[in-house]
Every structure is written in C-alpha cells, then in structure tokens.
C-alpha cells in the first residue's frame, strides 16, 4: 500500500502571502478593464454609488458607531453627507484621462495610477473609505482597502454596496476589494507588494511610517495637534462658538479639531465667559490636578484609552465634574511648562488653554505645534491682516485658518480648501505634500511642453 503523507496546511505567512497576491491580481484586471472608459460612463457609476450611500445616511452613522463606539451620530451621519454633496461635486464633469489642461503651450494629460492600496482610519472607516473609492473609480484606478480589525464588519458591508453598484453598472466589482480578517502581516505584504502603484496611508504615525519604508510610493498624513490664536483684535464670542464648536464635533476625534488654545491676556477674561455661554467647561486653580489624574494614564500620559471619543457629559463625569448643564466640552487653564503632556493631541471634547502675554501669542502657538503636530492646521482668530500674516508666515502647518472652526475649516466645509479626508502635513508631519488629496494626486500628470523657437 503507497503512503501518501498529508498534505501540509499553508502557514500563515503564506496565506498572507496568497491573499495579497489574489487581491493584487484581481485588482489590476479590474482596472485594465476600464481604462479606456470616458468620463461621463464614470460620472454616471460615481451618482449611482452616492445615490445607493444616500438612502441610509444616518443608517450608515449608527453602524459605524456600533462598532468603533467613538463619536456620536449626528456628526458620522454629517461627515458621509459631505462626501456624498461636496466630493461628489468636486469630480462629477471633470476631465482625469487624456488631456486635461488647456494652455497652448503647456499642456497637462493624466493617466492613470493602476492599483492602490489604502488603510482605513477607525476615527471615520464609512466616509473614509467612501471618499477613497470614489477617488479611485474617477480616475480608473483600482482600490483594495484594510479597514481596522474594530470597523471590518461595517467596511465589509459599505464595500459590498459599492460592488454591488458597479456591477449593476457594468464594471468589474474587483475595481474596489477589502482585504479581508485584516493583520499586521496582510497590511505590510500590500503596501510593499509590487504590484500596488501607490499607497494611501491614514492613520498613526507608526502605520503611515510603515507605508513611507515600503518601498512603494506613499501618500501619508501627520498627526493633528492645532493650536488655536486668540489675539487681542479677535470677536471673543464668536472665536468661542467656533471653538467649541470644532472640538464637541464628532466627539473630538477629527485629527484637525482644535487642540491648544493661546489666547491673549488682554482677552483673557471675557474670552473665558464666552467659553462659559457656548458650552464649556473650563476648570482653573487646584481643581486641575484632580481633573488631569482622572484623564490622564500615568503612565502613558495620554489621555486614557476609554475615554476616546466620549462625549462632554461622559468627559466631565469621568473627571469627577458635577455639571448642572450640558458640557460640550473641557478646557483645562494652564500655564506653559505646567502638565506639558497635556498640551499634546487629545481625541476627545478637551482643550487646553495657555495664556500669551501681549506680543508672544504667535510664538507660543508655533512653539505648540512644533511640540506636536507639525505640519497639520493651525488657526488664528483675529481682525488684524498684519497680525494674521504674521501668523501664517510663522506656522509650521499646512492649513492656516482664519476666523472659523479648525473641524470644519480643515474639512473644507467653512473654508475655500478642497473637501478631503486625507490631509498631508508635508517635511514637518513626514509627508510628502502639504495638499488636501483629491483626485488629482491619483493620477499621473504628463507635462507636454513646445520649444520656444
């Protein structure tokens, strides 16, 4: 009788290996498959998929919560209705194949990019990934995405929309795949395979600087920590209402909420009640320290884990606050050098307040974001255009905002800035580019140029 060993099961290393390369391979028929497709057959499946989202806006905010538990519905149900309207508009009519520039002598063609890998953030997986795919579709290029571990069931779900849609519409439903049961493993064979042309990087610094040593070229994003200006010239009630406003969105976990409040000492006072009357609560003296005990992880020094995302009420309650009314969020009085782990990033409904003398406010908000976060968003509110310019000249950041909420400003919803949700932070974040990405980073631009004599 012949003895047949058995055959070997593959070890997870080879598994990984297999997954990737199938994901790769489908991926890069898919997008073959329609290279040659003109822009208005991809306007068309671009509404179809934005139509198909709409039906359940806030359907897609309560699963999404449901599983990642941080933030809260209104803004999720808010963030997807901006990638359904104003991303939607910013690619419907665009030319992004052939010749898209139309100076007589310099003359702009885009290509395609081919097969691009993104990883997906936990802070905003459905209009994240959403805003990635509608990206990729327009300018004919193929998606595979890893969501994380937490948001994997309500990617698959969006994804399965997606697929469904373009294969309604007649094309390949491999344009857009996720990398099932995600790993540390799976995630590294994708951005370093040789068959992604690009990699999308959003999230930590050590993810996006993984994606960086790849090997493969990367679109990354730096780390948020804003510093927010209140100068002398500043409308202080409006400034607080813009504050709070930016910092209680989605619970605080937006990257480019506001993080670090200098306000000018000539302002301090009345700037401090309007904090007051637009919802915050703001603890001064020896109530700090307890406060910053029952946030803080001491060994870390970060704020503590469970209370990512919580809303105001659950912020103060942890802290050992009694509020008598609802608290959009907390803003802790400092001055600098004291509790200096305070003053980095905090993803949640808290701030930190520093108090400038006359003179000093620019400096120590640059000193701020030099500290943490440079690169990302910084913002001023002022009256002054010499003050102002001076600000900008001075701030290590990609976003200079003026007079408006940091969230909503960084987003491109209070601002003239591109809506994205990918924002690069340049040499300062580790990043290549300064850019809010939109479509235009996914393709390859061609330059043809004619000889002057």
Request: with cysteine.
């Amino acid at each position: 009788m012949l003895n047949v060993a058995p055959a070997r099961a593959p070890d997870s290393a080879s598994l990984d290996q297999n997954v990737a390369d199938e994901l790769v391979e489908r991926a890069r028929d898919a997008q073959n498959a329609i290279d040659a497709l003109d822009d208005a057959r991809l306007d068309k499946v671009v509404r179809a998929i934005v139509g198909a989202f709409s039906k359940d806006v806030e359907g897609w905010a309560e699963r999404e919560l449901a599983v990642t538990r941080i933030g809260n519905r209104k803004d999720k149900t808010h963030k997807l209705g901006l990638v359904l309207t104003r991303v939607f508009h910013s690619l419907h009519g665009v030319r992004t194949r052939g010749r898209i520039g139309y100076d007589q002598s310099l003359i702009e063609y885009a290509s395609p990019i081919g097969v691009i890998f993104a990883v997906v953030p936990l802070t905003n997986p459905v209009p994240n990934s959403l805003f990635k795919a509608l990206l990729c579709i327009k300018t004919r290029n193929a998606l595979i995405a890893s969501f994380p571990q937490k948001a994997d069931s309500v990617g698959a779900q969006a994804f399965d929309l997606i697929r469904g849609v373009l294969a309604e519409e007649g094309l390949p439903a491999d344009l857009v795949q996720r990398c099932a049961e995600p790993s540390h493993s799976r995630t590294k064979l994708l951005m370093s395979h040789s068959g992604v042309a690009l990699v999308l990087a959003t999230g930590g610094s050590q993810l996006v600087g993984a994606a960086y040593s790849s090997g493969t070229p990367t679109i990354g994003v730096g780390p948020g920590n804003v510093p927010v200006l209140v100068a002398s010239s500043a409308d202080v009630g409006r400034a607080a209402r813009d504050i709070v406003k930016g910092k209680a969105y989605d619970n605080g976990i937006v990257c480019g909420s506001e993080s670090n409040i200098v306000v000018d000492e000539r302002v301090r006072a009345p700037f401090l009640e309007a904090l007051t009357a637009a919802g915050a609560v703001v603890v001064e003296g020896d109530a700090r320290s307890p406060v910053i005990e029952a946030l803080f992880d001491p060994e870390t020094r970060r704020l503590r884990r469970e209370l990512l995302g919580v809303d105001g009420d659950a912020l103060a309650a942890a802290a050992g606050l009694e509020a008598t009314r609802r608290v959009a969020c907390l803003v802790l009085a400092v001055e600098r050098g004291e509790y200096p782990f305070i003053a980095q990033e905090k993803m949640a409904p808290l701030l930190t307040l520093f108090t400038a003398e006359q003179g000093r406010g620019v400096d120590d908000a640059a000193a701020l974001l030099w500290s943490e976060g440079a690169g990302h968003t910084a913002v001023i509110h002022s009256s002054d255009p010499v003050e102002i310019d001076a600000f900008a000249t001075a701030m290590p950041a990609g976003r200079i905002l003026v007079n408006t909420s940091a969230t909503h400003g960084m987003l491109g919803e209070t601002s003239d800035l591109p809506v994205s949700f990918m924002q690069g932070s340049g040499s300062w974040g580790g990043n290549g580019t300064t850019d809010p990405i939109t479509w235009r980073h996914l393709v390859n631009i061609k330059r043809l140029a004619f000889g002057r004599g």
